[in-house]
């Protein structure tokens, strides 16, 4: 699976705004930076990786794994493996746009933003 060459730029004065409504948790950042991402893609939801996420949110590793297999394992995350010879393959994530609560959600998150703008 090619990598998401797509340069996501994220200003380092970004507030969360999740993180006043659901709490300050790793769980919401991963959720809100990969729905900034889905608001800034052209047609599918960009696929990213736990490296990545763990840059733009500057929070550990192991926080965004546990933050990623728990979103998984509630059907909120795809998570699709790099296919590579390598022991531990890079984990691939995205937002399952075929989940109502995630809809939701990511509605939510888009009127929020747009109020933030205005």
Do not use: C, W
Request: hydrophobic share 35%.
């Amino acid at each position: 699976m090619p990598r998401n060459k797509k340069n996501i730029s994220i200003s380092k004065k970004y507030k969360y705004l999740f993180t006043d409504v659901f709490g300050d948790t790793p769980r919401v950042k991963v959720i809100e930076l990969l729905f900034y991402m889905l608001m800034n893609s052209e047609n599918e939801p960009p696929k990213t990786y736990i490296s990545q996420i763990s840059r733009f949110t500057k929070l550990s590793k192991s926080s965004v794994k546990y933050a990623i297999d728990d979103l998984i394992k509630n059907k909120i995350l795809i998570e699709v493996k790099e296919k590579t010879h390598a022991k531990y393959p890079k984990r691939f994530v995205y937002i399952d746009r075929n989940n109502q609560i995630t809809n939701e959600l990511y509605l939510l998150y888009k009127k929020i933003y747009n109020s933030f703008l205005i």
